[in-house]
Every structure is written in structure tokens, then in C-alpha cells.
């Protein structure tokens, strides 16, 4: 997860109980796992005082910055959105890198037609 990041920012009051979230995520960032998928990556831990949301914020290796509210977000689902948008971010790169355009454009007939690997019997059986 953090291979795709260049920055966490974790901020929550201690005596909040909505923090369940963010300690979840810290520990994630904190396992020696991630920590060696990209040793680069700043974690940063702001304790708060006053009654603001606990949130989490990252910012990925593109610039990108993404804020997410803790308090009704959990950990799972905010590692699996960095891992969606840092796989996306990975492709686009894959495609400039070939000097592709992205996003890739599909043009509608190609859309309609069947696809490999599924018999075509079946898939009028689906349809009907």
C-alpha cells in the first residue's frame, strides 16, 4: 500500500472514540511489510485536542492528495481505495511511459461484440 504513496498524515484525539479507524491504518503503515514496499514514505501522527474528525490523509507519488473522514471510513476500505487508485495511477504511468494516450478510449463496436472465451450460446441464454 505505502509503495504507492508519498505522505500519511493521521490525525486524531486520543480520547475520541472514533479513532478505531486511524490506529487500524497507523499500525498498517507501521508493519515492517509496508514500511519496506517504500522506506521513502513520510508518516506523520498529529494528536489533536479539540473535537475535530479524525482523518487520515495521503498523499500518493503523483501529487495526488486524498483526505478520508475516519470516523465513518475503515481501515480495510481505505487501504483498499489507495490500492484501486494507486493501480490505476500505475497503469496510466505504464501507458505514457509507452507513449500511449490515456485513458484508453474503446470504441462501441467494439464494445458490443462478444467476448473471448465466452460461448455464444451461452451468452444469448443470459440475455433471454
Not at 24 to 36: G, V
Not at 58 to 80: K, Y
Amino acid at each position: 500500500m505505502l509503495k504507492f504513496l508519498s505522505k500519511v498524515r493521521i490525525e486524531f484525539n486520543a480520547l475520541d472514540p472514533r479513532i478505531a479507524s486511524c490506529m487500524e491504518f497507523l499500525a498498517q503503515c507501521n508493519a515492517p511489510k509496508a514500511k519496506e514496499s517504500n522506506p521513502a514514505c513520510q508518516i506523520q501522527v498529529k494528536r489533536r485536542t479539540d473535537d475535530h474528525p479524525p482523518e487520515i490523509k495521503v498523499t500518493f507519488v503523483t501529487g495526488a492528495e486524498e483526505v478520508f473522514d475516519a470516523t465513518s471510513t475503515s481501515a480495510h476500505t481505505i487501504r483498499n481505495m489507495i490500492l484501486e487508485k494507486g493501480q490505476m495511477l500505475e497503469n496510466e504511468q505504464m501507458f505514457r511511459d509507452a507513449g500511449l494516450n490515456w485513458p484508453v478510449l474503446i470504441p462501441d463496436e467494439e464494445l458490443q461484440q462478444p467476448m473471448a472465451g465466452i460461448k455464444p450460446r451461452y451468452a444469448k441464454e443470459k440475455k433471454g
